[in-house]
């Protein structure tokens, strides 16, 4: 019996003991290949001797110390090291505990910028239907989706949503990709001119769009195109890279293959790999520069904001990526997994697409290959296959059933950056006598 208020209230929950690389070990003594690194977080697997170290250390150092009488060092030279390797103008970095107040963050910074800056009436977001961006009320009023929003209303009552929510063209087909990308990106515009430009604030949206949707990129063109539409009608565009970001896609940013920079940037998961609970918001200079000649004060803050720990774990984290060449090892496994996953996959009656960036991939189930119909939700497909997997060694990300009027199952992988061809080859063929069993 649990005393814990899990979040599946009547979940029969196995119990986690260890973990050693790319795998986890059950209190029953059955290990898990981890090949979706959690929800995405674990970049390094588990264990990894360096983060250990790092965070014995900090912990004899210091643990806590306020951040309204204090600042660290551990805090500072993260900071530095993230600005240094993020887009060129995101200048600056706000430390939280995870990706939820990342966005909340965010979306505070945008709302005091326009105040400062004396435009105190945009106040509007718009980001994407079907979209996630957290669980807090204000990141859950972002996101799109309906079917999580749905008893929580009334929430902020300045969120829009547009459609297409992914300018993904699965299920849309006949135009080129750039004509799709331009027709996806308008409706930004048209939202923003239906809205009135002078009250919108931000436009929010995911480059690769997870949980919701596993791992859907954008087609080429797009965020370049609303990227000019945010400019045009001067509203900020805030990219969330809490699940897609730090590396996973193969580049230490998502958005850097989209071309575009944004004005802000929330960071999460794999920034701290699972060692700590650490979330971050980049934001321009330019914002910067309008709180320090305004208010000279962000208000807002948590009492966990740089936690020494949580800075120190993803200090570590980011620093055995860039000493291992772990990208490198994420661009190579990755499109060794794309290869394996089209070819178990490719000509599976019951998939649709497979699709993803980097060692962030997703695989949609559908009921009928040529109509793309989705499974009815009543049979719960994506938890089958989730205990099937976990009966064949192996932990995966299922989502889907019917959310917002979108159907669609599928399976998301997001396995550490460390791991190797031959445990690709064994997600794969685990993966596939799940989903076999389970449908
Ligand atoms: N944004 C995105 C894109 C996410 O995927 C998530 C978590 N799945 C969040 C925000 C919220 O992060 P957290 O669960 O750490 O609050």
Redesign the pocket.
């Known amino acids: 019996m649990t005393r814990i208020l899990h979040r599946q209230i009547h979940a029969t929950l196995r119990t986690a003991v260890g973990g050693k690389g790319v795998e986890l070990f059950d209190r029953d003594g059955r290990r898990y290949i981890d090949a979706s690194g959690g929800?995405?977080v674990s970049c390094l697997g588990h264990g990894h001797p360096d983060v250990i170290a790092a965070l014995h250390a900090q912990a004899d150092a210091l643990a806590y110390a306020h951040t309204s009488f204090f600042t660290s060092d551990v805090a500072e030279a993260l900071a530095e090291r993230l600005v240094a390797d993020a887009p060129a103008g995101l200048d600056y970095v706000y430390f939280v505990?995870?990706?939820?107040?990342?966005?909340e963050a965010a979306l505070k910074m945008a709302r005091q910028y326009f105040v400062e800056v004396g435009q105190p009436q945009r106040a509007r977001i718009i980001a994407r239907r079907q979209?996630?961006?957290?669980?807090?009320l204000g990141?859950l009023a972002a996101?799109g989706n309906a079917w999580r929003r749905a008893q929580f209303k009334p929430l902020l009552a300045e969120t829009h949503h547009i459609d297409p929510c992914y300018a993904y063209r699965y299920r849309e087909a006949g135009e080129t990709e750039a004509d799709y990308g331009l027709r996806a990106a308008q409706a930004l515009e048209d939202k923003i001119l239906e809205l009135g430009p002078e009250t919108v604030m931000a436009f929010v949206a995911?480059p690769v769009?997870?949980?919701t949707a596993g791992a859907v990129p954008a087609v080429a063109g797009y965020f370049r195109r609303i990227r000019e539409i945010c400019d045009r009608y001067g509203v900020l565009l805030l990219l969330?890279?809490?699940?897609?970001g730090m590396g996973r896609t193969g580049t230490l940013h998502a958005c850097e293959q989209d071309g575009v920079v944004p004005d802000l940037m929330?960071v999460?998961?794999g920034l701290g790999g699972g060692y700590q609970?650490i979330?971050a918001t980049f934001l321009s200079g330019r914002i910067y520069e309008a709180f320090a000649k305004g208010s000279g004060l962000f208000q807002h803050g948590h009492t966990y904001i740089c936690h020494p720990m949580a800075c120190a774990a993803a200090l570590a984290v980011q620093e055995v990526i860039a000493r291992d060449r772990l990208l490198d090892n994420v661009q190579a496994m990755g499109a060794h997994l794309a290869r394996r996953l089209g070819e178990r996959f490719g000509n599976h009656p019951h998939v649709g697409d497979i699709r993803g960036r980097g060692l962030f991939m997703g695989v949609e189930l559908v009921e009928d290959r040529g109509s793309k119909a989705a499974f009815d939700p009543a049979r719960k497909l994506n938890a089958r296959i989730k205990h099937a997997a976990m009966d064949r060694g192996l932990a995966v990300y299922p989502a889907g059933g019917t959310i917002d009027g979108i159907r669609g199952d599928h399976i998301l992988l997001a396995p550490p950056f460390i791991i190797d061809a031959a445990t690709v080859d064994t997600v794969v063929e685990r993966l596939g006598e799940a989903v076999d069993a389970a449908i």
């Open positions: 929800a995405a505990s995870g990706g939820s107040e990342a966005v979209s996630y961006h957290g669980n807090t990141a996101g995911e769009v997870g949980a969330d890279e809490v699940m897609c929330t999460a998961k609970p979330g």
